[in-house]
């Protein structure tokens, strides 16, 4: 075979493989949205995370808006540090509210912002206040079973 | 008649003729590596078996990959379908594909489509004792025709595999979207948001690389180490295609308990 069409044919196979890979970095994985433009880093410590998860979404209004980056352990007031990567072109207020929620009954946890009305606005860095631990379901049965028991008690 | 020594000898024989090989195949795997400058520098050397054993094998991996991704998609939607999650078919195809079906399908099509035709040439030229004549003219026939036809693979089948995936989320596409009607905007966004770049889709183009390393290897080993007789090159193109997928499946199940364990 004559070198030159060799050449080409080999370039096409090397560019449509490079392609397929392109095509799965960007189409099929999440390659294109995994770098937010530009980011901040905010944290937030809860008593209980649950079952959040490093790269899993922060989200306000059902919009991500951020990754959860870290989550660390501390020994000092014994409660998890979950360090956020936030989108650089939003702002939240200083009294915003980190809540842990679950998507759906069985789905994923992540972190959502209830925005407050505070004119300051939380700057890189910054801890957020007011935080709501994870629901544990364990925990939310013994309570209305205690509660049912209770209630049984004061009707005798 | 029952004789014990016999049976001992012909078992020890037996494993003795192993180790042999296995230790060859190394010393060989060995040599191919220290010869392969003249393949990069004569490229075209090894951009010619690119040609024969990618390009020519571009056809059968396209097709199968899209068929596949359409078998995928089918599949996925009946069983999603019982569960009312029909939107997640998109990360069903897509992970099946990138992590598993991907490498180790395509690999074992490269195995019989390239892999037996590299071992039938090298076992072809020492039948007919090319390989003699070119040590005749101080030719290394390692380092002119071996270490070519190994790189030639290692190089086709990372990009082979990541066709086979590509063309695999398209036919997923083709029959969950375009058939049976599966909403196109969840089909991608949730196959965006469950498919790692690094997690997924890199472990599996590694996997891919680890199969083209040793299905070419196993290939031109074979080739080289032929009876050189008809018989013999026939045998050892059966022996290439055997022995690469059962390493393919083996190295598989090896790679993915360390890739794939379940925490993150």
Same mark, same amino acid.
């Given at each position: 075979?004559?070198?030159?069409?060799?050449?080409?044919?080999?370039?096409?196979?090397? !560019?449509?493989?490079?392609?397929?890979?392109?095509?799965?970095?960007?189409?099929?994985?999440?390659?294109?949205?995994?770098?937010?433009? @530009? $980011?901040?880093?905010?944290?937030?410590?809860?008593?209980?995370?649950?079952?959040?998860?490093?790269?899993?979404?922060?989200?306000?209004?059902?919009?991500?808006?951020? &990754?959860?980056?870290?989550?660390?352990?501390?020994?000092?007031?014994? @409660?998890? %540090?979950? $360090?956020?990567?936030?989108?650089?072109?939003?702002?939240?207020?200083?009294?915003?509210?980190?809540?842990?929620?679950? !998507?759906?009954?069985?789905?994923?946890?992540?972190?959502?912002?209830?925005?407050?009305?505070? @004119?300051?606005?939380?700057?890189?860095?910054?801890?957020?206040?007011?935080?709501?631990?994870?629901?544990? *379901?364990?925990?939310?049965?013994?309570?209305?079973?205690?509660?049912?028991?209770?209630?049984?008690?004061?009707?005798? | 008649?029952?004789?014990?020594?016999?049976?001992?000898?012909?078992?020890?024989?037996?494993?003795?003729?192993?180790?042999?090989?296995?230790?060859?195949?190394?010393?060989?795997?060995?040599?191919?590596?220290?010869?392969?400058?003249?393949?990069?520098?004569?490229?075209? +050397?090894?951009?010619?078996?690119?040609?024969?054993?990618?390009?020519?094998?571009?056809?059968?991996?396209?097709?199968?990959?899209?068929? %596949?991704?359409?078998?995928?998609?089918?599949?996925?939607?009946?069983?999603?379908?019982?569960?009312?999650? #029909?939107?997640?078919?998109?990360?069903?195809?897509?992970?099946?594909?990138?992590?598993?079906?991907? =490498?180790?399908?395509?690999?074992? +099509?490269?195995?019989?489509?390239?892999?037996?035709?590299?071992?039938?040439?090298?076992?072809?030229?020492?039948? #007919?004792?090319?390989?003699?004549?070119?040590?005749?003219?101080?030719?290394? =026939?390692?380092?002119?025709? %071996?270490?070519?036809?190994?790189?030639?693979?290692?190089?086709?089948? =990372?990009?082979?595999?990541? *066709?086979? /995936?590509?063309?695999?989320?398209?036919?997923?596409? +083709?029959?969950?979207?375009?058939?049976?009607?599966?909403?196109?905007?969840?089909?991608?966004?949730?196959?965006?948001?469950?498919?790692?770049?690094?997690?997924?889709?890199?472990?599996?183009?590694?996997?891919?690389?680890?199969?083209?390393?040793?299905?070419?290897?196993?290939?031109?080993? @074979?080739?080289?180490?032929?009876? =050189?007789?008809?018989?013999?090159?026939? &045998?050892?193109? #059966?022996? #290439?295609?055997?022995? /690469?997928? +059962?390493?393919?499946?083996?190295?598989?199940?090896?790679?993915?308990?360390?890739?794939?364990?379940?925490?993150?």
């Amino acid at each position: 075979m004559n070198r030159t069409v060799l050449d080409l044919w080999v370039g096409f196979f090397v !560019a449509i493989g490079i392609a397929a890979v392109l095509f799965l970095a960007l189409k099929v994985g999440n390659l294109s949205s995994a770098h937010l433009s @530009e $980011t901040y880093v905010l944290q937030a410590k809860f008593d209980n995370i649950g079952g959040l998860k490093v790269r899993g979404p922060v989200k306000s209004a059902g919009v991500v808006v951020g &990754r959860i980056v870290d989550i660390k352990f501390d020994p000092a007031s014994y @409660e998890a %540090v979950v $360090t956020m990567n936030i989108d650089g072109r939003y702002q939240f207020p200083k009294d915003t509210f980190a809540a842990i929620y679950t !998507a759906g009954l069985l789905g994923e946890q992540f972190v959502g912002f209830d925005v407050g009305g505070d @004119e300051k606005m939380l700057k890189p860095g910054e801890t957020i206040a007011k935080t709501q631990s994870a629901v544990v *379901l364990e925990k939310l049965i013994s309570q209305f079973l205690f509660s049912k028991a209770a209630d049984g008690q004061e009707k005798k | 008649m029952f004789n014990p020594a016999a049976l001992l000898r012909s078992l020890g024989h037996a494993v003795v003729e192993r180790i042999w090989r296995l230790g060859f195949a190394a010393r060989f795997m060995a040599a191919v590596i220290f010869y392969s400058g003249a393949s990069f520098r004569r490229l075209g +050397l090894t951009l010619r078996e690119v040609y024969v054993s990618g390009v020519l094998s571009l056809l059968i991996i396209l097709v199968s990959g899209l068929f %596949v991704g359409m078998v995928l998609g089918l599949q996925g939607y009946e069983t999603l379908q019982r569960f009312g999650s #029909t939107e997640a078919l998109g990360i069903m195809v897509a992970l099946s594909l990138t992590r598993e079906l991907g =490498p180790v399908v395509a690999g074992l +099509l490269f195995a019989s489509r390239a892999g037996s035709s590299v071992t039938a040439e090298i076992g072809l030229m020492k039948a #007919t004792e090319q390989l003699k004549a070119m040590n005749m003219m101080a030719v290394n =026939p390692i380092a002119r025709v %071996v270490a070519p036809r190994f790189w030639g693979g290692v190089i086709s089948m =990372p990009l082979l595999a990541a *066709l086979f /995936s590509s063309m695999g989320v398209l036919g997923g596409w +083709l029959v969950g979207v375009v058939f049976i009607g599966v909403d196109d905007g969840a089909f991608w966004s949730q196959m965006q948001a469950g498919v790692d770049f690094r997690y997924d889709i890199v472990n599996g183009i590694i996997k891919s690389f680890v199969f083209g390393i040793a299905v070419s290897l196993i290939a031109v080993f @074979e080739g080289y180490d032929s009876v =050189p007789t008809a018989e013999g090159v026939s &045998r050892a193109i #059966t022996r #290439t295609v055997v022995t /690469s997928a +059962l390493t393919i499946l083996a190295l598989d199940f090896v790679l993915t308990s360390f890739m794939f364990r379940g925490t993150s």
